[in-house]
């Protein structure tokens, strides 16, 4: 039996004003449309872009 869990509407991300962050965290809202097998790939991707800018911030 294949189930999929219905998360209902996207997350209401909070938007930072930086835009590297902003476009990693708004990958989340794609979570709702995803099987949950396929959510780890977006929270990998996330993760990635998130430290990046992290990195960048903190070695002008």
Do not use: C
Request: net charge negative; charged share 20%; no cysteine.
């Amino acid at each position: 039996m294949n189930q999929q869990l219905n998360l209902g509407t996207p997350l209401a991300v909070t938007q930072t004003n930086d835009s590297r962050v902003d476009a990693a965290t708004s990958r989340l809202n794609e979570l709702a449309d995803l099987p949950v097998s396929e959510h780890s790939l977006i929270f990998e991707d996330v993760h990635r872009r998130l430290q990046e800018a992290l990195s960048v911030s903190q070695n002008p």
